[in-house]
Nanobody, 114 residues
Framework: QVQLVESGGGLVQAGGSLRLSCAAS????????MGWYRQVPGKQRELVAL???????NYAEFAKGRFTISRDNAKNTVFLQMNSLKPEDTAIYYC????????WGQGTQVTVSS
């Protein structure tokens, strides 16, 4: 069974940084477009960033200039470097394919204090 395991979240002060990781098991993400998403309780899950198999990236407006998505296909892992964090970035962060075709993992909680 395909599993996506997110990690790296935590509690950080505004202006701080976190690096999230997403490891995929039972499937090679290979050349798949992968993405990071986030969800605040009571709100819809929203796209944060995408990265194609070739390394092209696309970011939500709120992530531009602060977040960087990357991938290591050899390690079957996708990363999200988040800098200059704001309290409004507080959410559970998930990874999935660009088409959200895999079962969602547990996500990783990011909490940014003011």
């Amino acid at each position: 069974q395909v599993q996506l395991v997110e990690s790296g979240g935590g509690l950080v002060q505004a202006g701080g940084s976190l690096r999230l990781s997403c490891a995929a098991s039972e499937i090679m993400i290979g050349w798949s477009t992968m993405g990071w998403y986030r969800q605040v309780p009571g709100k819809q899950r929203e796209l944060v960033a995408l990265i194609t198999g070739g390394g092209s990236t696309n970011y939500a407006e709120f992530a531009k200039g602060r977040f960087t998505i990357s991938r290591d296909n050899a390690k079957n892992t996708v990363f999200l470097q988040m800098n200059s964090l704001k309290p409004e970035d507080t959410a559970i962060y998930y990874c999935n394919t660009g088409s959200k075709s895999l079962a969602w993992g547990q996500g990783t909680q990011v909490t940014v204090s003011s």
